[in-house]
């Protein structure tokens, strides 16, 4: 069965840095482009970065562009998102999220930033 | 980057009416379109891609058509169970943006 466990979301003040994790299971990790998708409490779908299957191409959407760093272990089968200098508008569900075309979303980790 | 820009931001209707929801592409994307499905509470679903090809396991009353910067999610007989959000995405090159999504109940 595949699955997407996100970890590492939690309270940051502005400013603050946070790791999230992705721990992949029950596909070929390493054969598939992964993203992480958010959604801020009652908004909609915002698509945040991008990782090719061997980490040659990375992208970003224009609003976490030089503040976050996406990244993937596939010996590990794990995805992460360094976030940096974190805003308030950054508060969010953050989704891991399988493929161009996705599939397979994992449960999401909410990220607040709040004084 | 290319806007995606779905209509309408909402819409009511009855149960086994027939349901459009468009979505606009800024420049030409081909059909490399998706659409999905969020019910409240609940992971995205993906319903619809290549613009026009049904996910599998998702019901045959959602189709999907269009292509180069103008797309179209239909309901053919809505059903209480499709309340949902409904959200486009493009995906032809990494920058995989969605639509602001479509809000669908019924009346």
């Known amino acids: 069965e595949v699955q997407l466990v996100e970890s590492g979301g939690g309270l940051v003040k502005p400013g603050g840095s946070l790791r999230l994790s992705c721990a992949a299971s029950g596909f070929t990790f390493s054969s598939y482009s992964m993203n992480w998708v958010r959604q801020a409490p009652g908004k909609g779908l915002e698509w945040v970065s991008s990782i090719s299957s061997s980490s040659s191409y990375i992208y970003y959407a224009d609003s976490v562009k030089g503040r976050f760093t996406i990244s993937r272990d596939n010996a590990k089968n794990s995805l992460y998102l360094q976030m940096n200098s974190l805003r308030a508008e950054d508060t969010a569900v953050y989704y891991c999220?399988?493929?161009?075309?996705?599939?397979?979303w994992g449960q999401g980790t909410l990220v607040t930033v709040s004084s | 980057d290319i806007q995606m820009t779905q209509s309408p931001s909402s819409l009511s209707a009855s149960v086994g009416d027939r349901v459009t929801i468009t979505c606009r592409a800024s420049?030409?994307?081909?059909?490399?379109l998706a659409w999905y499905q969020q019910k409240p509470g609940k992971v995205p679903k993906l319903l619809i891609y290549a613009a026009s090809t049904l996910q599998s396991g998702v019901p045959s009353r959602f189709s999907g058509s269009g292509s180069g910067t103008d797309f179209t999610l239909t309901i053919s007989s809505l059903q209480p169970e499709d309340v949902a959000t409904y959200y486009c995405?493009?995906?032809?090159?990494?920058?995989?943006?969605f639509g602001q999504g479509t809000k669908v109940e019924i009346k």
């Open positions: 420049q030409g994307i081909s059909n490399y």
């Open positions: 999220a399988r493929g161009d075309i996705v599939a397979r």
């Open positions: 995405q493009k995906y032809n090159s990494a920058l995989g943006t």
